[in-house]
């Protein structure tokens, strides 16, 4: 079964900062691109940020662009979501998912849903004071 798996949210305060981390079970993410994306309360799912297969092309969305960072570890099978300077506005539901076909390199990474083949359950993120 593949599957993966986010952890690392919780309660912060404004410009605090947290790590996510999305493992892969069942399968290997050596041949995977894999995307990060969040869903706040009662709102639009948005791209966050991405990565290519072997780490090469990263791509982010202009609302965290230098505050968050994406890294992976393929001999762990596990990708990261460095966040730093945390905002209220990043109060959401974190989740990671994975396809062989996802380009990370277009600017329209964002919605391209449908290359995407395994997603995670999520991730609560919380930024308030």
């Known amino acids: 079964q593949l599957q993966l798996v986010e952890s690392g949210g919780g309660l912060v305060q404004p410009g605090g900062s947290l790590r996510l981390s999305c493992e892969a079970s069942?399968?290997?993410?050596?041949?995977?691109?894999i995307g990060w994306f969040r869903q706040a309360s009662g709102k639009e799912r948005e791209g966050v940020a991405c990565?290519?297969?072997?780490?090469?092309?990263?791509n982010y969305a202009d609302s965290v662009r230098g505050r968050f960072t994406i890294s992976r570890d393929n001999a762990k099978n596990t990708v990261y979501l460095q966040m730093n300077s945390l905002k209220p506005e990043d109060t959401a539901v974190y989740y990671c998912?994975?396809?062989?076909?996802?380009?990370?390199?277009?600017?329209?990474?964002?919605?391209?849903?449908?290359?995407?083949?395994?997603w995670g359950q999520g991730t609560l993120v919380t930024v308030s004071s």
């Open positions: 990565i290519s297969s072997m780490g090469g092309t990263k």
């Open positions: 998912a994975a396809g062989t076909a996802f380009p990370c390199y277009s600017t329209s990474f964002h919605r391209e849903y449908k290359y995407l083949d395994v």
């Open positions: 069942g399968f290997t993410l050596d041949y995977y691109a």
